[in-house]
């Protein structure tokens, strides 16, 4: 069976996400065109993958570019309470402005954690740009560092989606649109298979 029989329904082609990225980028450049130094973008790996090299492409202004890995999930689709820095940026942050690029906000404990992590280390302000955000998810509230700004590319509803980056069990990262997994393919504990 093809991956894309696994998807039960799409919420976002691949268009309307190249549009929406589009609008974000140019809204970044515009807000940040002010500061001299260049801006750091942090992408949280692995699911920020395709969405930070789709708006870095279209952000007009200098930046530097490095990843943070913070475990949430593990292979299931239920949050984890207390999620950790596995890998850290390399990057020198003190005295930056930072843009901290999320696939998606659920919970609020990934961020919230991020927030207090780069902050510490010296950030002047830390935005988030998030391509998906799940309000209606939310357990965890988290502050923005200085005058740091929130993005989102789409508000989403309360379904566990993959695609554009985002997995289950590792699998459908490479999907180029954004889809709800049927259902015999979400339920903990199942391991999707693609033959
Ligand atoms: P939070 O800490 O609960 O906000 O979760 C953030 C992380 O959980 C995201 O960076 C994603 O990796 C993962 N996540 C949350 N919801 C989904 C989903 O619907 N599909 C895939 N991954 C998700």
Redesign the pocket.
């Given at each position: 069976m093809a991956m894309e029989d696994h998807i039960e329904r799409i919420l976002w082609t691949d268009e309307e996400i190249s549009n929406r990225v589009s609008e974000l980028a140019s809204q970044i450049s515009n807000d940040f065109k002010q500061f001299s130094s260049a801006l750091v973008i942090i992408g949280?790996a692995t699911?920020?993958f395709l969405f930070l090299a789709d708006i870095v492409r279209k952000i007009t202004l200098p930046i530097t570019v490095d990843f943070i890995r913070v475990g949430?999930?593990g292979s299931g689709?239920v949050?984890n309470a207390s999620?950790i820095i596995s890998s850290d940026i390399k990057i020198d942050i003190k005295g930056k402005h930072v843009i901290v690029v999320?696939?998606?906000?659920?919970?609020?404990?990934?961020?919230s954690c991020l927030m207090s992590h780069l902050e510490s280390k010296g950030a002047c302000s830390v935005s988030v740009c998030t391509f998906l955000d799940?309000p209606a998810?939310r357990k965890v509230h988290f502050e923005l560092v200085g005058e740091g700004k929130f993005y989102r590319g789409f508000e989403?509803p309360d379904?566990?989606?993959?695609g554009y980056g985002?997995?289950?069990a590792e699998l459908y990262r490479n999907l180029p649109y954004v889809g709800v997994l049927k259902p015999e393919y979400t339920s903990d504990g199942c391991v999707a298979t693609i033959s």
């Open positions: 949280v699911g920020a949430s999930y689709t949050s999620p999320e696939d998606i906000v659920d919970t609020g404990n990934t961020l799940k998810r989403c379904y566990f989606v993959v985002m997995d289950f």
